[in-house]
């Protein structure tokens, strides 16, 4: 395992913030007005709203919550606009950011794959993945497993499954729900979260080729690579 390096020290700001969610609706990973991003930095939760289009998002439209109550410290002039549920699963969790994607590829995974989880090794995007028990980041060699949960009606009923998940499963930095996308808890900053996340979505797009193609997603390690972990 490595420890987690940040190569930019920038801290997040509103600004910054709608700038990224506009570069996911770009991606395809927060298409329509599914997914969020909420950020810690010092004292505050910058949170993105839910149900907007996220392609037109300003930073007019985030909230700011207090880290130590949770409590709106200003919000959107729409009085409907509600904060995205990684808001609260940040609070709950402690995490430096949470992410929620709706991409294609996290999607289609769960419904190829009948499980529980989703498990994958010997993949060289797995060193941009955190332990979230230790707090490094994995070897290329190492086995990511990410847990697969049945998706609900809406966030406000999977907002519970998601925590009683994490606690199960302490090490996993990620969960996948059915049928519906995915989210991604980082303990460091929002620029390793951020990271982590296009290594998840690299590897959920591999792992549907794979699975296309019928290649395995556990392999064997090799001597080569048994004898580079000895030294």
Partial sequence: MHDIINTDDVPITPSRLAELIRHF??????????????????????????????????????????????????????????????????YKTGSKCVIHTHSKYANLLTQLIRGDHFAINNQEMIQGVENRKTGRRLDNIDRVFVPIIDSELNELLLSPILLRTLEKYPEASAILVRGHGFFAFGSHSWQSTKLMLECYEYLFELACDMIKYKLPLIKPITNGTQQMRAV
Wanted: glycine fraction near 10%.
């Fill in 25 to 90: 609706y770009s991606l395809g990973w927060m298409r329509d007005n599914g997914g969020g991003m909420a950020v810690a930095c010092g004292d505050v939760i910058y949170s993105s709203p839910t149900s907007v289009q996220k392609e037109k998002l300003s930073e007019k439209e985030l909230f700011i919550i207090a880290q130590t109550d949770g409590k709106i410290l200003k919000r959107p002039a729409n009085p409907a606009s509600v904060p995205s549920a990684t808001a609260g699963l940040l």
